[in-house]
């Protein structure tokens, strides 16, 4: 602590040991505004030096940089009706270190009996929390355009795109019934037409999916994984039985979440696990968990089918990626897509390991609470 010359009682002098021991800035002005005393946080954040700063008029300082109109407003004005005054932001260009926010406290405090009272203002950085909150805001409007222009692509998708497709499949397919004697070419445009367009049409809504995320959610409510996953299975009971195929499903764990989107992300990883099954085994998959911590839960899908090079692990979360031709196996390459957005509206992980010609599994990991139920916004 650098002291004035004139003595301080003994009595103070603990005091000034434990102001100089702050790690945030501190003055003590007299009743003038001069600085009495100063800490050594203040002279190593605003770089300057004792000779210059104690003694010295506080709106002096730096040349009169220091003659800041809201530090004078809080300082002559405000705490002349408050003798103690919390959280005063000041936005300035101060000496040698620039633009700084500052966040000030100041106090009135007695100097003793019959002595003036002295003021205590304590200075505390919060530059960097303020430009981060910014920057959060803007990136909180920005997704907020986004989530509207997702909203308006989805009206589009389910209204605007829709129609005129099916006319084409309505249309096409009544040509076919009439036009029973179209062979050659003619069947064959007309095949590809009906093909195409049928492609369309699940493009069209895998993307109003993907957009809907987001925008059309549930709260995040306790979810039994064991629930959805027996929906699911049910739901994809023809399937299973078509290929011969079997699934182990393990126990799994309650989780705060959205239940129709757990439900999407089962549907998608377990009837990807039958689609690419292998052609020489029947398909076998299993669903488990198991603590990941004390917070989360790893929730694991096993198949035994036609795997896939690790090299493309990253890949397939990727939209329209795609390791196989449109003929070898359905879709539009978006499911997986879907499914990481969905684990990252809450707060969890995906991952996939796969060997070419024995399988792939995939690791979601999520918490078992949320931290802000709701939007993932």
């Not at 910014?134 to 909203?151: G, I, P, V, W, Y």
């Not at 699940?202 to 959610?217: A, K």
């Not at 306790?222 to 039985?241: G, K, M, N, Y």
């Not at 393990?250 to 689609?275: C, F, I, S, V, Y």
Request: proline share 5%; aromatic share 6%.
């Amino acid at each position: 602590m650098i002291r004035s010359h004139t003595e301080v009682p003994a009595a103070q002098q603990l005091l000034l040991d434990i102001i100089d021991t702050m790690r945030e800035p501190l003055l003590v002005l007299d009743p003038e505004f001069r600085v009495a005393q100063a800490n050594r946080a203040f002279f190593r954040v605003f770089r300057v030096e004792a000779p210059d700063t104690i003694g010295a008029a506080l709106f002096s300082l730096g040349d009169g940089q220091w003659d800041i109109a809201p530090l004078r407003e809080l300082l002559r004005d405000k705490l002349a009706i408050a003798p103690s005054l919390d959280d005063f932001e000041v936005d300035s260009v101060f000496p040698k270190i620039g633009r700084k926010i500052m966040l000030l406290n100041a106090r009135l405090v007695s100097g003793g009996p019959g002595a003036p009272r002295i003021i205590l203002l304590a200075f505390e950085d919060i530059t960097e929390r303020r430009y981060t909150e910014r920057r959060l805001e803007a990136q909180r409007m920005e997704l907020q355009r986004s989530n509207a222009a997702l909203d308006e692509f989805a009206s589009v998708a389910s209204h605007d795109l829709q129609e005129p497709l099916r006319k084409i499949l309505a249309f096409g397919e009544r040509l076919g019934t009439a036009g029973a004697g179209l062979t050659g070419d003619g069947r064959v445009h007309l095949d590809r037409m009906l093909g195409a367009a049928a492609r369309m049409r699940t493009l069209i809504n895998d993307l109003l999916s993907y957009s809907q995320i987001t925008t059309t959610t549930q709260p995040f409510v306790p979810t039994d994984l064991s629930e959805i996953a027996r929906a699911v299975i049910s739901d994809l009971e023809t399937a299973i039985a078509d290929d011969g195929a079997r699934i182990i499903v393990g126990e799994l764990p309650t989780l705060q979440a959205d239940p129709l989107q757990m439900r999407q992300l089962l549907q998608n990883l377990l009837g990807n696990a039958l689609k690419y099954r292998s052609k020489h085994e029947a398909p076998v998959v299993r669903l488990t968990a198991e603590r990941a911590g004390s917070q989360h839960y790893a929730i694991t899908v096993a198949d035994n089918g036609i795997g896939f090079s690790n090299q493309y692990a990253e890949k397939i979360f990727k939209m329209f990626e795609r390791l196989h031709g449109r003929t070898e196996y359905a879709g539009a390459g978006i499911g997986l897509a879907i499914c990481r957005k969905i684990v990252e509206r809450h707060s969890g992980t995906i991952a996939a390991e796969g060997t070419a010609g024995q399988g792939a599994t995939f690791t979601i990991t999520l918490p078992i609470a949320q931290i802000t139920p709701g939007n993932f916004s």
